[in-house]
């Protein structure tokens, strides 16, 4: 197989990325955690601390880097020489729009194919905006994302809250 890229917010990253993450990088020889700079959606975490979460939180996968990336996806990966996105599904509704998008980049793009996979179900629940949304009224997030993300979540909330 060849190399691939997994591109997302990573707002931050949580355990169902880390699975996708996981399995991908079993599937492929090189694998790019691409971190979008977004800088027209709202973060809660700077670029940095994402892509710091995610350092941390794959360094014991030898095949798999962080990046960042900002403007079209299809640009980055013309200039990667990578033409395979992974992208994880968990529930149908997700679907349409990872249908759209993937079309949308194929369309810009020929050469891109997307491979979607299946979140574990234990995960299938998980979105970074329901950690952010457990956190910011006090619940535990220790199932859902690795320690060092919780703490600076909940740090950052205390901090907000003055
Ligand atoms: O984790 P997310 O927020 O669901 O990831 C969405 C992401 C970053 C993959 C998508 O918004 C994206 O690729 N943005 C870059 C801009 C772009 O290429 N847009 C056209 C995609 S069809």
Redesign the pocket.
């Known amino acids: 197989m060849t190399r691939a890229v997994m ?5 931050p990253v949580t355990y169902g990325h880390l699975d996708v993450i996981e399995r991908a990088s079993d599937l492929f020889e090189d694998l790019i955690i ?1 971190v ?1 700079e ?1 800088p027209a ?1 709202c973060c809660l975490f700077s670029l940095q601390e994402r892509v710091g979460f995610l350092v941390g939180t794959v360094n014991h996968l030898a095949n798999v880097r962080v990046d960042t ?8 990966m013309q200039s990667a020489r990578v033409r395979v ?1 992974v ?1 994880g599904l968990r529930v149908a509704t997700d679907f349409e ?1 990872e249908l ?6 194929h369309e ?1 793009f020929a050469e891109v194919e997307t491979v979607f996979l299946p979140s574990s179900h234990r995960y299938s629940f998980l979105s ?1 905006s329901l950690v952010k949304e457990v956190a910011l009224h006090g619940g535990s997030v220790t199932a859902f994302v690795p320690g060092q993300v919780e703490e600076v979540l909940k740090r950052k909330i205390s901090a907000e809250r003055g």
Do not use: E, H, T
């Open positions: 591109p997302g917010s990573f707002d691409a979008v977004n959606k990336f900002s403007g079209l996806l299809v640009a980055y996105i992208r729009y759209q998008m993937a079309l949308m980049n810009l970074s």
